[in-house]
């Protein structure tokens, strides 16, 4: 990735809803060298995606949570399907250390992540699980600084 590649990524972040020939004047190039750009990025697994970013709590879910599982040995693909069945259950993620998976969780209310918590427990490949509620988000989610300092 190059620092055209790296402008037009934060340049795209900062006006997600501009065309392809917004993002040219914008970045000074011609409007096809941004459309192979796009293309090349998005084959290679750089953009992942041109969606909305949906906010949880504004979709009904305010609270969110990280819950660490410890799963039972050799269980982790049972552990990942039950997990999948829960949709308050955002992103899981393998870890290393004392815990084997990292789950977001989001959730209506603290007795619902309750509820949400005791289903993921229901599973016999989880034996444990750690629940931290984050109470404000205080650096969301960024990817700029990252691409500006390469």
Request: proline share 5%.
């Amino acid at each position: 990735m190059d620092d055209l590649d790296a402008r037009l990524l934060v340049t795209m972040r900062a006006h997600p809803r501009v065309g392809l020939t917004e993002l040219a004047r914008l970045l000074g190039v011609a409007r096809g060298t941004v459309q192979a750009r796009v293309e090349k990025l998005t084959a290679r697994g750089v953009i992942e995606d041109f969606g909305p970013t949906v906010s949880p709590a504004g979709a009904g879910h305010p609270i969110l949570a990280f819950v660490w599982l410890q799963i039972a040995q050799g269980r982790l693909a049972e552990a990942v399907e039950a997990l999948r069945a829960v949709p308050q259950i955002l992103e899981v993620h393998g870890t290393s250390g004392q815990h084997d998976l990292l789950c977001r969780v989001v959730a209506h209310t603290t007795d619902h992540l309750q509820e949400i918590i005791a289903s993921i427990l229901a599973s016999p490949a989880v034996q444990r699980t750690d629940t931290t509620i984050a109470l404000s988000t205080q650096i969301p989610y960024r990817i700029e600084p990252l691409l500006e300092n390469r």
